[in-house]
Each structure stands twice: as structure tokens, then as C-alpha cells.
């Protein structure tokens, strides 16, 4: 298997463009994490996805992020209109129910000016 | 509520020294306790877990972590460190009840010639 796979790498816009990051999780996977990381606010959990529900999106930190998960093989993290702020590295991971361990995609670096 | 206390943002260490990574949690519930590594530029990948059984429980790298039950702690050690141990390391912990995974600040390990 390929992994969980992430797109773009890398993504630099100016601030009020949109922005859109897209996960491929693990195939047979049923739950899928996007998550922020920066050096200030270290790993926070943005969403997470069972069977293409989204369960708890209670850290997407405002309404300029959302997320879908049209089918269990894809999911998109878009933020509309995109600020400096939310320069950081985007990583998404999958799990399979009952077994905890998430298997981490390389994440998007996100620079926006 | 959860949580995941990792007290050292740092660890520098003199190469083939050994380490010692501390974790500590909170929670009245059974748990599953995971570490995670992170590489300069790279997603996370699983380092080791432990979901039941032997308490000492050995991983990648020459890695091994004890759960200790009374001390709710799950301390990372490694006999012998070398240069491409630098990392941050992740200590997280996942609830019986629920999938999601409660994470630690990270400790950066510097190795030191």
C-alpha cells in the first residue's frame, strides 16, 4: 500500500485566496484525521471521520475551515478566504476501527502571505 | 477530561548515551498509550504501543517503553542513541470508548557528538 497520501506538498498563496488540501487515507481505513501543526500551538486535531461522518469537528478553529469526505477513499480541507495565520503544516492520517494506530500522511506546508 | 503531559520540550543527549523520554496521562479509564516519532520535515509514524499484555513494550529502532499503571506513566528509553534518533517524539493516548488520540507537546531529541 501506498500510505496515506497528501496533495499538494507544499501550497503558497496570498492571504484571501482559497485554499484547498486533499488526503487519500489508507484503503480499507474507516477513519480519517486532519490535523494542524505549528510551532507555536504544536499538533492540534482540526476534524476526524468515521465511515465518511464527520464525528467531532470541534477544533476547526473557525468558520474559513471546512472540511468534507465525499467517499472513503478522499477527503478535502478547504479554507476560504485563506490568512497569514494559518501558515502551518497540514497532515492527514487514517486509522481502522479498533486499533487506534494512525498512520500519518507527510502533510501540506501551507505559506500564506 | 484526557490529557498527556510530556515534561521536556528538549532532551539533548551525547551520542551513544542512553535516553529517557517521560510521559505522563490522566485518565480513570483503561487506555491505550502509543509514541510517535516525527522526522525533520516528515509526518509522524508509530514508534510503539501498548494495548494490553507485558508492560514493557519494545518498538522500532531499538526503542522500548514501560506502562506503569500506579505512576500513569509510559516513558520512552533507549539504551543507546545515535545521530539519526534526532527527532521530536510523540507520546499520545487513545480511550477505550473512543478513537480519537490525546497527544503530548512533543520532546525534541537533540544528539550531541
Known amino acids: 500500500d501506498a500510505g496515506v497520501i497528501q496533495s499538494p506538498r507544499h501550497e503558497v498563496t496570498e492571504m484571501g485566496q482559497e485554499v484547498t488540501l486533499r488526503c487519500k487515507p489508507i484503503?480499507?481505513?474507516?477513519?480519517l484525521f486532519w490535523y494542524r501543526q505549528t510551532m507555536m500551538r504544536g499538533l492540534e486535531l482540526l476534524i476526524y471521520?468515521?465511515?465518511?461522518?464527520?464525528?467531532?469537528d470541534s477544533g476547526m478553529p473557525e468558520d474559513r475551515f471546512s472540511a468534507k469526505m465525499p467517499n472513503a477513499s478522499f477527503s478535502t480541507l478547504k479554507i476560504q478566504p485563506s490568512e497569514p495565520r494559518d501558515s502551518a503544516v497540514y497532515f492527514c492520517a487514517s486509522s481502522f476501527d479498533f486499533s487506534y494506530e494512525q498512520y500519518f500522511g507527510p502533510g501540506t506546508r501551507l505559506t500564506v502571505t | 477530561a484526557q490529557s498527556v503531559t510530556q515534561l521536556d520540550s528538549q532532551v539533548p543527549v551525547f551520542e551513544e548515551a542512553p535516553v529517557e523520554l517521560r510521559c505522563n496521562y490522566s485518565?480513570?479509564?483503561?487506555?491505550?498509550l502509543f509514541w510517535y516519532v516525527q522526522y525533520p520535515n516528515q509526518g509522524l509514524q508509530l514508534l510503539l504501543k501498548?494495548?494490553?499484555?507485558s508492560t514493557l513494550v519494545k518498538g522500532i529502532n531499538g526503542f522500548e517503553a514501560e506502562f506503569n499503571k500506579s505512576q500513569t506513566s509510559f516513558h520512552l528509553r533507549k539504551p543507546s542513541v545515535h545521530i539519526s534518533d534526532t527527532a521530536e517524539y510523540f507520546c499520545?493516548?487513545?480511550?477505550?470508548?473512543?478513537?480519537?488520540?490525546?497527544w503530548g507537546a512533543g520532546t525534541k531529541l537533540i544528539i550531541k557528538p
Open positions: 499520545a493516548v487513545a480511550m477505550d470508548s473512543n478513537y480519537q488520540l490525546i
Open positions: 485518565s480513570s479509564v483503561s487506555v491505550y
Open positions: 501498548y494495548l494490553s499484555g
Open positions: 484503503s480499507g481505513h474507516n477513519s
Open positions: 471521520f468515521n465511515n465518511n461522518v464527520p464525528i467531532d
